[in-house]
């Protein structure tokens, strides 16, 4: 399945109050947690460590030899805020209105950028330096005095400014709840701008701040920012806009006089001249372009596909390359994210039912050829995730809430039952059908009646065709159940609207956690998030302990404490059973026409398989591949 962005939500170029028995735990939240000086730094990262000193030359993981040229073409697989994987409309992908460009983040720059090879260490690209008080409250950007947007005029504080308060004010409703805890951002002079924040702050709020796009205050004067457009905005990044048809493609052309092209955080990377998205509605006919050369990379999220579909002629003669890299961050979620806002839902024993319902073991074995491992958690395949029985840390942390969470709680967090791998496993479903009979849902002339005595019924949605196979058996062991289930396939735009408005009762996710977790958590998990309007949190979390676990985690003062804490929320959100856990896998699958090339190994903290960030193209490569390109 493809990939959801992670909570930090942009990639490296876009970038409640605890209860009294809590307070008292060993994880306070603070305002801690960043550089413990206040005096000008030229990184920031979340514990205070850095490592690459003020004088490097660029990061290590890249090729700083890497050619410019060429063009790198692929289909989207991780989006952001309002855009999608299968259309666009807009050139805006900073608000809710519309379905925005995959691929904008690339005209813009950001204050400061991600390090690839670290957990959260970000580093200046339009900001030389950063100045933190001594109550980390107020942080001060110096600017690069050569920082400039593409009709030549200078960037300035003032234009920083602009963006954060828009975004705050205006921005999709995930920037704005990312940013509840900023005050407010002034320009004290045109090379300095300040940005104020609330006492008990998320940890990581500076950090989203610093990689939030820097917007044109004199264009957006004279232009509505809420508004969905294909005008194209004012830039000041290392690409912009070119050609492109909505709902079809968009290529972003490489900036030559770019003014950060030389930064060492710049330096190895944008390094095609030509960067082009391709949009399908259907995965099939996709796979069939890439056959084609329509485009030239692709990451291949459908392991059947995998499996029995990489056969073609450009493979076999070699002008087509598998690559299997791996991934080292966590993987994260996957499942059916169950809408808890319907009343059918609230019973956590109907929901339980409905993850005993599932036959992971048969799906994998028979649609994915075994190719995957079954989710557990929101932290799989990281050390953050829960295991075995509480030790004394975690339970201090536990405690204050015994009696409001379930009592596995303190035991082995839960894990998704194994089936017998036959497709409908009679324990399975006889344990689901009694856990749905004592929630208040029996059967009458063979139909699962719910409290109130209609029948229940399931839709689960869908915007694409290429998961509809994963749903049948699910479906038809719901029916076993007496549960008339169904699948509605609607279009992105619908799709997409009615996610945002809550219209749904069942529909698969995938988002996967930074490394060091913080204030994104809030956006997938919290109360204040099940309520606003386009939010992640599509399950409708609403939950206090999880709440205040999500301030533990993002008040933690070290790594240690964050590790302790998101192992306590990871107990808790698993024993709400807000979701059917799908499954992951720890590897990239790539394929590619042979054209490029990339660095040998991947940053382990890379957001996907370095594309196109870290790689080059090839120019022999490219010329042999046109002429022995099939007729």
């Not at 704005?176 to 045109?190: F, L, N, P, S, T």
């Not at 594309?611 to 591949?625: C, F, M, N, Q, Y």
Request: proline share 6%; aromatic share 12%; glycine share 8%.
């Amino acid at each position: 399945m493809t990939k959801f962005i992670r909570p930090r939500a942009i990639t490296r170029r876009q970038a409640l109050a605890l209860g009294a028995g809590v307070a008292s735990c060993a994880l306070i939240p603070s305002s801690q947690g960043l550089a413990q000086t206040s005096e000008s730094s030229h990184g920031l990262s979340i514990f205070g460590d850095l490592k690459y000193p003020a004088d490097f030359k660029n990061f290590d993981y890249v090729n700083v030899n890497a050619p410019k040229g060429g063009t790198f073409s692929t289909i989207p697989s991780r989006r952001a805020y309002n855009q999608s994987f299968h259309t666009f409309n807009s050139l805006n992908a900073y608000i809710l209105k519309g379905d925005g460009a995959i691929g904008m983040g690339l005209t813009f720059a950001t204050l400061m950028v991600r390090a690839g090879d670290e957990p959260d260490a970000m580093y200046g690209l339009v900001a030389k330096s950063i100045a933190v008080s001594a109550d980390k409250l107020v942080y001060t950007f110096t600017l690069r005095p050569e920082a400039r947007f593409h009709d030549g005029s200078k960037l300035t504080a003032h234009d920083v400014a602009f963006s954060l308060n828009i975004l705050k004010a205006k921005g999709h409703a995930i920037i704005q709840q990312q940013m509840r805890d900023v005050e407010k951002a002034e320009a004290r002079d045109d090379a300095t701008v300040v940005v104020s924040f609330a006492p008990k702050r998320g940890r990581d709020v500076p950090l989203y701040v610093a990689s939030l796009p820097v917007l044109s205050r004199a264009y957006y004067e004279k232009r509505p920012f809420d508004e969905s457009t294909l005008e194209i905005p004012l830039g000041c990044g290392p690409y912009k806009v070119s050609r492109f048809e909505a709902g079809r493609y968009i290529e972003y052309e490489r900036v030559k006089d770019w003014w950060g092209a030389d930064l060492p955080v710049s330096r190895g990377q944008n390094n095609f001249d030509v960067i082009r998205y391709e949009f399908y509605r259907d995965r099939e006919v996709a796979f069939e372009g890439f056959t084609g050369r329509n485009y030239l990379f692709r990451e291949e999220f459908t392991a059947r596909v995998w499996s029995t579909r990489y056969d073609f002629p450009a493979i076999k003669d070699g002008r087509v390359k598998q690559e299997v890299l791996p991934d080292e961050t966590p993987s994260g979620a996957q499942g059916w994210f169950i809408n808890t806002r319907r009343e059918k839902f609230k019973d956590v024993r109907v929901r339980d039912a409905l993850i005993n319902a599932f036959d992971f073991e048969w799906t994998n074995k028979s649609l994915m050829y075994g190719a995957y491992a079954r989710t557990h958690s929101p932290f799989q395949n990281s050390n953050l995730m829960a295991t075995g029985t509480p030790p004394p840390e975690e339970l201090k942390l536990l405690e204050p809430f015994r009696g409001q969470v379930p009592d596995e709680v303190f035991g082995a967090p839960f894990t998704p039952p194994a089936s017998d791998g036959s497709g409908q496993d009679r324990a399975l479903l006889r344990k689901a059908s009694q856990m749905l009979q004592e929630a208040g849902c029996p059967i009458k002339d063979g139909k699962r009646l719910l409290p109130n005595g209609e029948v229940f019924r399931i839709e689960f949605l869908l915007d694409e065709p290429t998961f509809q196979p994963h749903h049948m058996l699910y479906i038809k062991n719901l029916g076993v159940l007496g549960i008339d289930a169904s699948l509605r396939m609607v279009d992105p735009v619908q799709y997409r609207a009615r996610v945002d408005d809550f219209d749904f009762d069942m529909t698969p996710q995938r988002f996967s956690m930074a490394s060091t977790p913080g204030d994104g958590l809030r956006t997938y998990f919290s109360s204040q998030a099940a309520a606003i309007k386009g939010t992640q949190n599509l399950a409708g979390v609403a939950n206090p302990a999880i709440d205040s676990l999500i301030e533990l985690i993002i008040g933690a003062n070290s790594r240690e404490e964050l590790t302790i804490a998101c192992r306590a929320f990871d107990r808790v959100f698993r024993a709400g059973r807000y979701w059917v856990p799908h499954w992951y896998s720890s590897r990239h699958r790539t394929a590619y026409w042979d054209v490029f090339g990339h660095p040998a190994a991947i940053p382990r903290y890379m957001n996907g398989p370095g594309v196109p960030d870290l790689w080059w193209s090839v120019t022999e490569k490219a010329a042999r591949s046109e002429q022995t390109k099939a007729p």
